[in-house]
């Protein structure tokens, strides 16, 4: 048979992604059927080699037409895991960028590098862990499309399934959780001024350095106050607002900002705790730029961050 | 879309299990692949090669028809039948589609 004709080709191409097994059988009908249709026009009145290329344009892209004879779903994730696939890219999403965000930049700040530095080393790699993340999950999901199993979940699904409905953040046990941990923590300082929450070498003493007594302390009431108030404007208005969620995000800033300055300034935990920590586990653990350090640097910022996002979240979902 | 094309999908797909069924019946005869379309165009059930051809290969594997090439004529050609569990699908679809056919008259008239 002639190679170079028309079919011969179109044939070749669909054959091309057959398995070998059943290449002459599919091949030898294919062949056969396009003749016949090819006679079918010529008998019409037809030029032969118009006809062959009508027949073929019907017949259409050949790998598609492979696909139908073996049953090969022609979509990257299709209709049986699209949901799966979403849902768990969904998770994923959230949870690992944001781990390898706060593992890298503990790493950046922990190796001296500089703010740009560091900041571009958190970009790339949030960039690429997500571009991971999509990349092997939507190669499981091919796979499993292509390896036959039904769905990851086998069990159907009931109405006990439907989401929780989601929290207002603005009911009475929000705001006496609100109030009892501001009481809590406001103690917690006074106890920690006054008698010491650490106990080191048989003695009690601040973890907080003494030199914050009584100004930087009394400013912190203040805002600890404001938040008080906030907590129980909500609860009055029974739901969280873009206002509200903004006094919020002020609220952790002038928190937060002015405890991160005084703490890389050092004088935010007590000198003679991590002098004492560091002669006890070392420099690089507890000294003035130690992990320990880092870490409640990281801890602080990230509460703050978390906060905010919260306050916002929940005013725009009571809208 | 245009109103035309929307109007081209819906047919297709009220068409798409009709052609299952006519293939059943028609094969009680053998038949092969180019005869079959040309049957069905003629009985009223017009139909895409590129559907036809891998439709044919599916019901087989599924053991609703048997095959058999037939190398007595000069081009080969593989013939396809009906097998026993095929009439018993086709009975069932023949069934099913006249209680929709009875359904859809005792619908609403429409003005």
Redesign the interface.
Known sequence: MDASTLTERYVAAALRTVPEHQRA??G???R??I???ID?RVEGGEERDAAERA?LT???DPD??AA??L?RPLWLVGPRYYLDWLRLLKVLLWIVPLCAAFGVTLGQVLTGATPGEGIGAVVSVVLAVIVHVCFWVTLVFFILERTGHQTTDPTPWTPDRLPEPRATGAKFVDLVCALIILAVVAGAIVWDQLLGLVRLGGEWMPALDPRLWPWWIAGLFVLMAAEAILAVVVYARRSWTLGTAIVKAVLNILIAVPALWLLWDQRLINPEVLSRLSDLAGETVFGPAGIVVVIIGLAIAVVAVWDTIDGFLKARRSR | MTEDDLLETHLQELRRGTVVLACLRLLAQPG????L??DLERHGFST????L??LL??LE?QGYLTSE?NTDEA????FYRTSAAGLRLAAALTHESRAIAAAIDALPEED
Do not use: H
């Open positions: 059988d599919i030898e009908e294919l056969g059927s003749a016949d249709q079918a027949v019907d017949l259409g598609k037409l139908d004879y049953d | 092969y692949g180019y005869g379309l040309e895409d090669a590129n559907t051809y891998p290969r599916r594997k090439w081009r080969p050609r593989k």
